[in-house]
């Protein structure tokens, strides 16, 4: 079962990055997650973003089809917490440097790069000595507290913006304003939690039940509804959602224990073994 979900988790964070992908062939520019504004007096910004676009389909298929995934998922997450340090984080500090609401997008591609690194993370390294021969597969620890910061950072916007919050709870569902506040401490509780590492696994289950749930009931109605308000902003939305919420499955299972072993990494994984029983 922790093997399925896992497997579920990886292909549910590789869809994403594809429909995010072909989201930039179909609307014109970045993604705001991605770019939140292209400076003016830059190069043609179309290029680049067929660029990323490729970068993202390429490593969600990575992922599916355990092809260099870890090497896949490892530079789209350094490519990710680029963006997040010389795009997103200058222009937040410019614009608006105090208004945590006005951070949003630069959260969430901070906790995308958190991703990547949790799911290259779930692939292992087998049968290299020499301990870390890539210096940026330092930063592969770092994924659980991004992704947790992000989580946090939401949880206290719910108190923060809670108005506004509440506005998203679908009309169905009763007491709009309990739940608001009742989401805002799950998610206080769960950045916390996966930051500190305590009940990791519980709390990333519960986590990833909790947004495949908002993916379901709130993220993809309202892509239904509203396909195409700005530029496929509620589209995005969906394929955020199904990322993190497949990525906190991956956490709960691969983090602080022996990672699962793929088909193609099999071979390596017995000379592994050989080679430490000669020892």
Known sequence: MNKKLVVAGRVSFALAL???GIQQFIYPGFRPVFVPVWPMGWPNEKPLVYLL????IFTGMAIILKIRAREASLICGC????MF???????????????????TNAFKILAFSGSAFIIANSFNRIGKSGGVTNPSER??????FFFGLMLLVFGIDHFLYAQGVATLVPG???????????AGVALIGAGGSIIMKFQLRLVAVLTGIMIFIWFLILHIPRAIAMPDLLNGNEVTSVMQALAFSGVSFVLAFTDGEKRLVTK???PNAVIG???EVKR
């Not at 676009?53 to 993202?56: D, E, G, Q």
């Not at 930063?139 to 659980?144: E, V």
């Open 172 to 182: 169905w569902i009763p007491g709009s304003l309990f739940w608001t506040y009742f």
């Open 85 to 103: 340090a010389f795009l997103h984080v200058p222009f937040q500090m410019q614009e608006n440097p105090g208004v945590l609401g006005a951070w």
């Open 139 to 144: 930063l592969l620890p770092f994924g659980r």
């Open 79 to 82: 490519l990710f917490l680029a």
């Open 18 to 20: 594809i429909g995010l």
């Open 273 to 275: 073994a050989l080679e």
């Open 264 to 266: 193609e990494e099999l």
């Open 53 to 56: 676009s490729a970068v993202l």
